[in-house]
């Protein structure tokens, strides 16, 4: 009999045990739920201490009580939690809340035998795989949700939308959106307007889906879904190539809004409005200010480097190289920041090139002014500046520079398009022996010239093949050859480096070592080949140092 008691009061113990877990961990990711609700667009600190506190809550749960009958639910909690805080996060892009989120609701689907849960962890895959730009996953998720809750049904196929318009398959949107109908409350009616007008934006009626989004201001007048209404219809503004409507649209929210988040948004499509209007001071300032309210999400980033892009466009380098500075030391992953240092590393070069050119006189000169000119063609396109530049040394009779700006002329529309084949069948014939002809054979599909195996990449081949069999001397000879060739500059920098090793596995004079690093440290130093001289040349100081005694 005690025993017997004993056994039930033990048990009763744990039960309460794993639900006041389970408990806990709902209380917490509730109060978090409803903080976000009354503050959509600003995320607090303390956010974070109640989500982590459901998140350990519910793997408690799963993990001391693989049996108990909140389970499921703690599973569906646990994938519900993760997936606020990757959207409520303060550092960083969510990215693995996201995926661990992914994974607890697959888990509720493996689990479970309730459609109710298979639901609502289909719902939350969708938009854990949504953050994750996983759009097919999402759909795939998102289309199994059944009918059973209407308004859960109906939300599920405005995500699956959504998920659509990410996979560029604005078609599929548009079927879907033609079996649906404003319904389920306002705020649902008025989401079903925002993402009808994007749905229209994307098939190439942006003017159109302006106006629809704008409908949804008819079903509410504040809150998230009022805000995102505006901000879409800006988008579309903006699309439609109508910025001042844009503008419009944005100072209406301007006057109702204050979040730092809400206003980095606004703040950033008012830059792109501006900008497209032609006001770059105004544009300057927007994208500013967006970047200063916002400094760990990607609407900041994007920001910084809008208005480096303008900053270089006024020639205002120095700001502008700054600028891209600031954006890529931010902390996340976002792709704004990997563009910006991409940027920052070309736009470097570009006036490296360019003062060094104004500087230097002769050959030199002409080939900074090649490097720099293609530069500007990779940092602006073909515009007039570039081109002109490419005219100018063209002009410059120099066997191989003047033919690569006529080749460069030729391929980026800056001669007439029924010129194009002559102009380039002339560079081939002319310069036979070099890469730049072997380019153009590839590019008009005509047979390589029997000139072909002297051309100074296949020089540079047949080089180290006899590197490969020890034959050093036999290799630096090439090697030396190509170096003095009028076309080495095609392969320069690689054929430098072999020649180094040549030269140091012949134990050649010190000097003549030396001066393949010196030459790829001084003029190719961003090339792999630069970065190694560099690291040796640094490593030969080290050991020449004297000891201190």
Same mark, same amino acid.
């Given at each position: 009999m005690?025993?017997? /008691?004993?056994?039930?009061?033990?048990?009763?113990?744990?039960?309460? $045990?794993?639900?006041?877990?389970?408990?806990?961990?709902?209380?917490?990711?509730?109060?978090? /739920?409803?903080?976000?609700? !009354?503050?959509?667009?600003?995320?607090?600190?303390?956010? +974070?201490d109640?989500?982590?506190?459901?998140?350990?809550?519910?793997?408690?749960?799963?993990?001391?009580?693989?049996?108990?009958?909140?389970?499921?639910d703690?599973?569906?909690?646990?994938?519900?939690?993760?997936?606020?805080?990757?959207?409520?996060?303060?550092?960083?892009?969510?990215?693995?809340?996201?995926?661990?989120?992914?994974?607890?609701?697959?888990?509720?689907?493996?689990?479970?035998?309730?459609?109710?849960?298979?639901?609502?962890?289909?719902?939350g895959?969708?938009?854990?795989?949504?953050?994750?730009?996983?759009?097919?996953? $999402?759909?795939?998720?998102?289309?199994?949700?059944?009918?059973?809750?209407?308004?859960?049904?109906? %939300?599920?196929?405005? @995500?699956?939308?959504?998920?659509?318009?990410?996979?560029?398959?604005?078609? %599929?949107?548009?079927?879907?959106?033609?079996?649906?109908?404003?319904?389920? *409350?306002?705020?649902?009616?008025?989401e079903?307007y925002?993402?009808?007008?994007?749905?229209?934006?994307?098939?190439g009626?942006?003017?159109?889906?302006?106006?629809?989004?704008?409908?949804?201001?008819?079903?509410?007048?504040? *809150?998230?879904?009022?805000?995102r209404? @505006?901000?879409?219809?800006?988008?579309?503004?903006?699309?439609?190539?109508?910025?001042?409507r844009?503008?419009?649209?944005?100072?209406? /929210?301007?006057?109702?809004?204050?979040?730092?988040?809400? %206003?980095?948004?606004?703040?950033?499509?008012?830059?792109?409005?501006?900008?497209?209007?032609?006001?770059?001071?105004?544009?300057?300032?927007?994208?500013?200010?967006?970047?200063?309210?916002?400094?760990?999400?990607?609407t900041?980033?994007?920001?910084?480097?809008?208005?480096?892009?303008?900053l270089?466009?006024?020639?205002?380098?120095?700001?502008?190289?700054?600028?891209?500075?600031?954006?890529?030391s931010r902390?996340?992953?976002?792709?704004?920041?990997?563009?910006?240092?991409?940027?920052?590393?070309?736009?470097?070069?570009?006036?490296?090139?360019?003062?060094?050119?104004?500087?230097?006189?002769?050959e030199m000169?002409?080939k900074?002014?090649?490097? $720099?000119?293609? +530069?500007?063609?990779?940092?602006?396109?073909p515009?007039?500046?570039?081109?002109? !530049?490419?005219?100018?040394?063209?002009?410059?009779?120099h066997?191989?520079?003047?033919?690569?700006?006529?080749?460069?002329?030729?391929?980026?529309?800056?001669i007439?398009?029924?010129?194009?084949?002559?102009?380039?069948?002339?560079?081939? *014939?002319?310069?036979?022996?070099?890469?730049? $002809?072997?380019?153009?054979?590839?590019?008009l599909?005509?047979?390589?010239?029997?000139?072909?195996?002297?051309?100074?990449?296949?020089?540079?081949?047949?080089?180290?093949?006899? /590197?490969?069999? +020890?034959?050093?001397?036999?290799?630096?000879?090439?090697?030396?050859?190509?170096?003095?060739?009028?076309?080495?500059?095609?392969?320069?920098?690689?054929?430098?480096?072999?020649?180094?090793?040549?030269?140091?596995?012949?134990?050649?004079?010190g000097?003549?070592?030396?001066?393949?690093?010196?030459?790829?440290?001084?003029?190719?130093?961003?090339t792999?080949?630069?970065?190694?001289?560099?690291?040796?040349?640094?490593?030969?100081?080290?050991?020449?140092?004297p000891?201190?005694?």
């Amino acid at each position: 009999m005690c025993r017997s /008691l004993l056994a039930a009061v033990i048990m009763l113990f744990a039960g309460c $045990a794993y639900y006041n877990t389970f408990y806990n961990a709902r209380e917490s990711y509730e109060e978090a /739920l409803e903080f976000a609700r !009354e503050n959509p667009d600003d995320p607090a600190s303390h956010e +974070k201490d109640l989500l982590d506190t459901a998140v350990e809550g519910a793997g408690r749960v799963l993990a001391r009580y693989p049996e108990s009958r909140w389970v499921d639910d703690a599973q569906l909690l646990l994938g519900d939690a993760l997936l606020l805080r990757g959207k409520r996060t303060l550092v960083g892009s969510g990215t693995s809340d996201f995926q661990q989120a992914m994974m607890s609701f697959s888990s509720v689907l493996v689990m479970t035998e309730s459609r109710d849960f298979k639901d609502r962890a289909r719902l939350g895959l969708g938009r854990a795989a949504m953050e994750l730009e996983r759009f097919n996953d $999402a759909a795939a998720a998102l289309q199994q949700v059944s009918a059973d809750d209407r308004r859960r049904h109906a %939300m599920s196929r405005l @995500l699956l939308c959504e998920a659509y318009l990410g996979a560029a398959e604005p078609e %599929m949107a548009a079927a879907i959106m033609d079996s649906l109908h404003p319904a389920g *409350g306002d705020s649902l009616e008025a989401e079903y307007y925002i993402t009808g007008g994007r749905i229209l934006a994307a098939l190439g009626m942006p003017d159109s889906g302006a106006v629809v989004c704008l409908k949804a201001l008819e079903r509410v007048d504040r *809150g998230e879904v009022y805000y995102r209404a @505006l901000v879409s219809s800006a988008e579309c503004w903006i699309q439609a190539g109508q910025p001042d409507r844009a503008s419009f649209e944005l100072s209406r /929210l301007l006057q109702g809004y204050r979040s730092d988040r809400e %206003m980095a948004d606004i703040s950033l499509l008012k830059g792109r409005a501006d900008e497209m209007a032609g006001d770059t001071a105004a544009a300057l300032t927007a994208y500013l200010d967006a970047a200063e309210l916002d400094t760990y999400r990607e609407t900041g980033a994007e920001a910084l480097y809008r208005r480096a892009v303008l900053l270089e466009h006024a020639e205002r380098f120095d700001e502008a190289l700054e600028t891209l500075a600031d954006c890529y030391s931010r902390p996340g992953d976002f792709m704004w920041l990997r563009i910006s240092e991409n940027r920052h590393r070309d736009l470097e070069l570009y006036r490296s090139y360019s003062d060094s050119a104004q500087v230097t006189s002769g050959e030199m000169a002409l080939k900074l002014r090649l490097l $720099a000119a293609e +530069k500007r063609l990779d940092l602006y396109g073909p515009d007039r500046q570039t081109l002109e !530049e490419f005219r100018e040394i063209a002009d410059e009779n120099h066997l191989l520079f003047s033919a690569m700006a006529q080749v460069l002329l030729a391929e980026n529309g800056g001669i007439p398009e029924d010129s194009v084949y002559n102009t380039l069948l002339s560079v081939a *014939g002319n310069i036979p022996a070099s890469d730049l $002809a072997g380019h153009i054979e590839e590019t008009l599909g005509l047979s390589p010239h029997p000139l072909h195996n002297t051309r100074p990449s296949a020089v540079l081949e047949e080089a180290w093949a006899l /590197l490969e069999e +020890k034959k050093w001397e036999e290799g630096w000879l090439a090697l030396n050859d190509l170096l003095n060739s009028p076309f080495s500059y095609e392969v320069r920098a690689e054929a430098l480096w072999a020649a180094y090793v040549a030269a140091e596995s012949a134990r050649m004079d010190g000097g003549t070592v030396d001066s393949y690093l010196e030459e790829l440290t001084e003029h190719y130093p961003d090339t792999p080949q630069g970065a190694e001289a560099a690291l040796r040349r640094a490593q030969g100081l080290e050991e020449e140092e004297p000891e201190e005694e």
